[in-house]
C-alpha cells in the first residue's frame, strides 16, 4: 500500500506541527524527521497544509498523465466543482482552452457527477433508514471510517462520489476513453485506485505544471466552454459544507434530522455517533470545511473561495446556453452504475498498561499527575496520549519541549563546566597552546605562548597569525601553512630570540572544513635546560608516528619541509596532482624525486590505485623488457605457462613512476613512447592491444637534453615526458629544511634501534653549514651512522666527522680579513662595514637574524642600513 504523503528527507525541523494538526495522528516521529503512517493516514493533507518548510512531499500523477497524453484514445479532463475558487471567473474559458493544447479532448465539470449523485441520494433517502447515513463524496471521510471507526462502515451511504460519478459517465459515452480529474484534494487520489471511474488525479498545482512543462500561458489561450451536459446550478455548490444538504432540501417528500458536519466537528460527531451517543438520520459531512478549503487552498481565504463559488453558479460559463442538461443522457444513466462497496483497513493500537505508561512519563522528568503539563508543544493533547505513541512506536520520547529545554540547561552547565576545566588544562600547561578559527583570527593562547612572544596576550586576541608574522613577533606563520595545506605541520618559529619547536593541527567540521588551528609550541632552549632527554620531544615522536605509513620501506614517508623554495615546489604539485599531465622530476641523486612523485600520487583522484615505481636501471636489460610490458604464454624459454601482466599493465587506474628514466634502453624507448601516445601496450607474444589508464611521472639525475643530443636518449620520448618538467632543489640550496630533517631522522632511528641519542644544537649548526652534496639520503644515512656508532647521549661538535669539521672551519677561515696594502683607517672600517652588512643581509632573511650574525643591536643594523641606502 503506497501513502499519498511522504515526507522529503533532511527538511524536516521538527516543529511536530504535522503532528498536532493530523486528526488521526498518522505522523509517526523517528530519528527527528515525521513520516505519514499509511496504514492510518486518510489523506485529508492537512499534514501538507501546516507543514512551514514544505517537507511534505504528495504523490504526482504528472508522469502517468503525460504518457497518457500521448495515447491516441479519447481523453476527457473533469474539473472539481470547487475550481472558481482556485481560479478567476474570467481565466475558467482559457484554463479549458489550455487543457484542450495540453491534448484534452474534452473538459467536463464535476457537477455533472455531483448532479448524478444528488438525485440518487434523493432516491435512497426515500426510504426510511433505521440508522444514520453518513455521505460519501469526501474520500477522506471514507478514509477516516475505514480505518478508524470500522463500526460505522455499514452507515456509510453505498454511492460513489461526483468525481467517480462522472467518471463512469464518460466511460460509458467514450468506451475506452482516458478520464483525468483536477482538483484541490488529495484523497481522491486513493479513491481513484480504490474504486472505478477514473484513470490519474491530479491537483490543481499539477495541471499548472503541466501548463509550464509544455510552455502554455494560460493568457494567451483560446476561451472555450464545458463539454458534457450542462449540471444544475445546485450541484455546482457541492464543494462548499453542506451543499449535498442544501441540494437535497424540499426534494425527500419527508421530514428528517439532516446535519452538516465539516472539518474537526466530523471527528467528534462520528465518535458520538460511534458511542451511540447520538443518532441523526443523515449526515452531510466533509473532512476539510468543504472543497473551498482543500489542501491546494493552504494560503487562501476560505471565505472568499465560497463566495467565488457562488458567483459561479449564478454567472455560469460561456457556451452554457449551448449545452444539452442531463436529461438527455438518461438511456445511459439508467444503465449506470453508481454503487461501491467498503473494506474494514482499521489497524489496532496497543494500549499499555498504567505502569509501562508511567515508566515512559517518568523518563521525560514526570513522576507525577502535577508534571503531567498537557502543553500540547509535541503535537498530542496529553503526555499520556503521548505516552501511548511512544508505545507504539510512533513517536520519540525526546519530542516534549519541557523536558528537552531541562535537559538543555543542564547540557549547558555540563559544556560551562567543561569548558572551565579545559581552559585551566590549556592555561596550566608547560608548553605554549594557541588556538585561532579557520582564517588564522586568535581566539585564545595560554600564558606560556603570552612568554614567548613577549607581549600582553590581549594585544594579539582577535588579530591575526598573518599581522604577527608581518610584524615579525612570530615568525614563519604555521597556522597560515596549516589552512593552505589542511594538514598537520611542525616547524622551528622565531619569536624574538627564541626559537619554537612548533607543531599545528587543523580541526575540520562535518563538512571538511577548518574551523580551528591548534598550535603547541615549545622553546627548544628553554626544554633542552630541563631535562638531559629533552630533545628527544615526546610531541614530535608522537607526531612523526601519526605521519609514518605502515608497510612502506625507509623513514621517510613524508615531505618535512619549511623552506620558501620547497613550500613553492610542494604548492606546484598540488596543482599538478589535480590533473593527469606527465610530469619529469629532474634533480641531483638523493633529493627526494621518489618522495615528490608518491607525493603527487597520494593527492590525486588516482590515489586509490596502484602506485608502481620501476627504476630503469636496476633491472638488467635483458629483462626489462618482459618485466615493463608483460608477456603471453609460451613468449619465450622459461616464461609462466600462464603469461603475466607487465609492470605498466598493473598501473591501471592509478600512477606509473618511471625513476632514472635515462638508464632506459633505446629499443624500449620506442614503446614506451608508444604507450605514452596511445595508452595502450602489447604484451611480448601477443598481438592484442591492452588499454591502459596510467598517469605517467619520471625521475632522472642526468641531464636528458644532452643526451637527446649526443644520440643517447630519443628527442620524441624527451618531449613525451617533459610536458611539466619540475626541479627538486638540492639540500644545500634549501637549508632551512636541514633542521627539521635532522630531527625527523634522529627521533626515527632512535625508535627503530631502541635508543635515547640527541645532537646537541652546536653540532646542528655545524651540520647545517655542510654542503650535503648527497642531499637527504647523505643526511639520512649519516645521521643513522652517527647515532648507532657514537658512545655518548648526546652529540656535540667534536663527534662529528673530520669532513663536516673541516667544511666548518674552511668556512670560517674564508671569512678572515686580510689586508695587502695601505688606506685611511675609518675608509677601511667603512669599507669592511658595508661588506659585512651585505653579506649578513645575503645570508639572513631580516634585520632580527643579521643582528644576531654580527653582534650588533637590530636598531644599529636598520640605522646602518639606512645609511649604506642614503650614500649609494
Not at 464543494?239 to 449535498?244: A, D, R, T
Not at 509535541?378 to 529545554?405: F, H, S, W
Not at 649519516?782 to 669532513?803: A, H, M, W
Amino acid at each position: 500500500m503506497s501513502c499519498i504523503v511522504m515526507t522529503e528527507k533532511n527538511k524536516c525541523r521538527q516543529c511536530y506541527s504535522c503532528v498536532r494538526h493530523c486528526p488521526v495522528k498518522a505522523v509517526r516521529v523517528k530519528g527527528g524527521q515525521a513520516e505519514v503512517l499509511v496504514e492510518r493516514c486518510i489523506s485529508c493533507g492537512s499534514c501538507v497544509k501546516v507543514c512551514s518548510q514544505n517537507a511534505k512531499v504528495i504523490e504526482s500523477g504528472i508522469e502517468e498523465t503525460l504518457k497518457i497524453l500521448k495515447e491516441k484514445k479519447f481523453k476527457v479532463a473533469v474539473l472539481a466543482p470547487s475550481f472558481p475558487a482556485a481560479f478567476k471567473i474570467d481565466e475558467i474559458g482559457r484554463i479549458i482552452g489550455g487543457l484542450k493544447a495540453l491534448g484534452f479532448d474534452e473538459v467536463w465539470e464535476v457537477a455533472v457527477g455531483a448532479e448524478l449523485v444528488g438525485k440518487a441520494y434523493e432516491e435512497l433517502l426515500k426510504i426510511s433508514p433505521l440508522f444514520p447515513i453518513i455521505s460519501t463524496p469526501c474520500p477522506a471521510i471514507v478514509n477516516l471510517i475505514e480505518k478508524h471507526f470500522p463500526n460505522l462502515i455499514p452507515n456509510l451511504t453505498p454511492l460513489v462520489s461526483p468525481m467517480i460519478a462522472v467518471g463512469r459517465l464518460i466511460k460509458s459515452l467514450y468506451p475506452g476513453a482516458f478520464v483525468i480529474f483536477i482538483g484541490p484534494c488529495i484523497a481522491k487520489k486513493d479513491e481513484a485506485k480504490e474504486v472505478y471511474g477514473v484513470d490519474v488525479v491530479l491537483t490543481f498545482s499539477e495541471m499548472k505544471d503541466l501548463f509550464n512543462l509544455r510552455n502554455i500561458v494560460i493568457n494567451s489561450q483560446e476561451i472555450c466552454g464545458f463539454d458534457g451536459p450542462l449540471p444544475q446550478g445546485v450541484f455546482r455548490g457541492f464543494p462548499v459544507s453542506g451543499g449535498l444538504l442544501q441540494s437535497l432540501k424540499g426534494k425527500a417528500g419527508f421530514s428528517r434530522k439532516f446535519i452538516t458536519v465539516d472539518g474537526r466537528d466530523a471527528i467528534k460527531c462520528l465518535e458520538s455517533i460511534d458511542k451511540g451517543e447520538f443518532k441523526p438520520n443523515f449526515v452531510d459531512i466533509l473532512m476539510c470545511r468543504g472543497c473551498v478549503d482543500g489542501p491546494y487552498f493552504k494560503n487562501d481565504n476560505f471565505y472568499t473561495g465560497g463566495e467565488r463559488v457562488e458567483k459561479f453558479i449564478v454567472s455560469g460559463n460561456i457556451g452554457d446556453e449551448k449545452r444539452l442538461k442531463l436529461d438527455a443522457y438518461k438511456d445511459i444513466i439508467k444503465n449506470l452504475d453508481l454503487t461501491r462497496s467498503f473494506k474494514n483497513k482499521s489497524v489496532k493500537i496497543e494500549e499499555p498498561t498504567e505502569e509501562e505508561i508511567k515508566r515512559i512519563l517518568i523518563h521525560t522528568n514526570k513522576f507525577n499527575e502535577g508534571d503531567e503539563l498537557n502543553c500540547g508543544a509535541c503535537g498530542y493533547d496529553t503526555c499520556r496520549e503521548k505516552a501511548v505513541a511512544v508505545y507504539n512506536g510512533i513517536a520519540e520520547i525526546e519530542m516534549c519541549l519541557p523536558y528537552l529545554l531541562t535537559k538543555e540547561i543542564q547540557e549547558k552547565n555540563r559544556i560551562d563546566e567543561l569548558n572551565r576545566e579545559m581552559s585551566a588544562i590549556i592555561e596550566s600547561s608547560y608548553d605554549g597552546v594557541l588556538v585561532t578559527d579557520g582564517q588564522g583570527k586568535i581566539l585564545r593562547l595560554n600564558a606560556a605562548f603570552a612568554k614567548y612572544l613577549g607581549v600582553p596576550r590581549e594585544d594579539v586576541i582577535g588579530k591575526n597569525t598573518e599581522e604577527l608574522e608581518k610584524n615579525r613577533v612570530i615568525y614563519p606563520s604555521i597556522t597560515k601553512l596549516v589552512i593552505k595545506e589542511k594538514r598537520r605541520l611542525t616547524l622551528i618559529q622565531q619569536a624574538g630570540k627564541r626559537k619554537l619547536f612548533t607543531t599545528g593541527t587543523p580541526i575540520f567540521n562535518e563538512n571538511g572544513e577548518i574551523v580551528r588551528v591548534l598550535i603547541n609550541a615549545m622553546d627548544i632552549d628553554e626544554y633542552q635546560s630541563l631535562t638531559k632527554d629533552a630533545l628527544d620531544a615526546e610531541k614530535l615522536k608522537k607526531y612523526l608516528e601519526k605521519c609514518t605509513h605502515s608497510g612502506d620501506s625507509g623513514p621517510l614517508h613524508r615531505i618535512v619541509s619549511v623552506s620558501p623554495v620547497m613550500e613553492k615546489l610542494i604548492h606546484l604539485c598540488l596543482r599538478l596532482a589535480n590533473v593527469d599531465s606527465t610530469v619529469l622530476l629532474l634533480g641531483e641523486s638523493g633529493v627526494g624525486k621518489s618522495l615528490i612523485a608518491r607525493f603527487i600520487h597520494d593527492n590525486s583522484p588516482r590515489s586509490k590505485g596502484p602506485f608502481v615505481k620501476i627504476n630503469c636501471g636496476s633491472i638488467p636489460a635483458s629483462l626489462l623488457e618482459s618485466e615493463l610490458f608483460g608477456y603471453e604464454t609460451g613468449a619465450f624459454t622459461g616464461a609462466k605457462r600462464e603469461g603475466k601482466p607487465g609492470l605498466i599493465e598493473m598501473a591501471h587506474k592509478g600512477t606509473l613512476f618511471l625513476d632514472e628514466i635515462g638508464d632506459l634502453p633505446l629499443n624500449l624507448q620506442v614503446k614506451l613512447l608508444q604507450v605514452l601516445q596511445d595508452r595502450e601496450l602489447t604484451r611480448i607474444g601477443g598481438i592484442k592491444p591492452i588499454e591502459v589508464d596510467i598517469r605517467i611521472i619520471a625521475a632522472t639525475n642526468r641531464d636528458l637534453r644532452k643526451m637527446v643530443e649526443d644520440g643517447a636518449f630519443r628527442e620524441d620520448l624527451y618531449y613525451r615526458l617533459s610536458v611539466v618538467p619540475i626541479t627538486v632543489p638540492p639540500l644545500r640550496e634549501r637549508k632551512e629544511d636541514i633542521e627539521p630533517l635532522i630531527f625527523y631522522f634522529v627521533n626515527y632511528y632512535n625508535k627503530r634501534n631502541g635508543i635515547s641519542k640527541t645532537l646537541l644544537q652546536e653540532a646542528i649548526d655545524v651540520l647545517k653549514d655542510y654542503s650535503w652534496p648527497g642531499n637527504v639520503r647523505e643526511l639520512e644515512n649519516f645521521i643513522e651512522r652517527i647515532l648507532v656508532t657514537s658512545e655518548k647521549n648526546f652529540i656535540g661538535v667534536e663527534d662529528l666527522p673530520q669532513y663536516i669539521k673541516k667544511s666548518e672551519t674552511s668556512r670560517q677561515n674564508h671569512c678572515k680579513i686580510t689586508v695587502e696594502g695601505l688606506m685611511p683607517l675609518k675608509e677601511a672600517i667603512e669599507m669592511v662595514e658595508k661588506q659585512l652588512l651585505f653579506l649578513a643581509r645575503k645570508q639572513c632573511k631580516n634585520t632580527y637574524e643579521m643582528a644576531d650574525l654580527l653582534g650588533i643591536n637590530q636598531s644599529t643594523v636598520v640605522r646602518k642600513l639606512k645609511k649604506l641606502k642614503d650614500n649609494s
